[in-house]
């Protein structure tokens, strides 16, 4: 059973740091692409970046240069690096692989000024 599970979050200031972690059990992450995304009270879910099977990464314009996704394939895990953390970035955040069609529950993300 393909299960996703993320971890990290917490409260930090403007400007702060946080990883993010997204365990993956039932499935390889090497053979799949896993997006994160967000999710904030009353606003739209946000695409954050995906890394894709072969590795490669990309990223939206609002992260961009501030948050890193990376992979492990020996821990089967995937990772969000947020950097230079903003208010703006309060949000749940998720891992979710569209070809398992499987997400994690989130983890919540708060920043303060």
């Known amino acids: 059973q393909v299960q996703l599970v993320e971890s990290g979050g917490g409260s930090a200031w403007t400007g702060g740091s946080l990883t993010l972690s997204c365990s993956v059990t039932?499935?390889?992450?090497?053979?799949?692409?896993f997006r994160w995304y967000r999710q904030a009270p009353e606003k739209e879910r946000e695409w954050v970046g995906t890394?894709?099977?072969?590795?490669?990464?990309s990223y939206s314009d609002s992260v961009k240069g501030r948050f890193t996704i990376s992979r492990d394939d020996a821990k089967n895990a995937v990772y969000l690096q947020l950097n230079n953390l903003r208010p703006e970035d309060t949000a749940a955040y998720h891992c979710?692989?569209?070809?398992?069609?499987?997400r994690g529950p989130g983890t919540q993300v708060t920043v303060s000024s």
């Open positions: 979710y692989s569209p070809d398992l069609n499987h």
């Open positions: 890394v894709f099977a072969t590795g490669l990464i």
């Open positions: 039932g499935a390889t992450v090497s053979r799949y692409a």
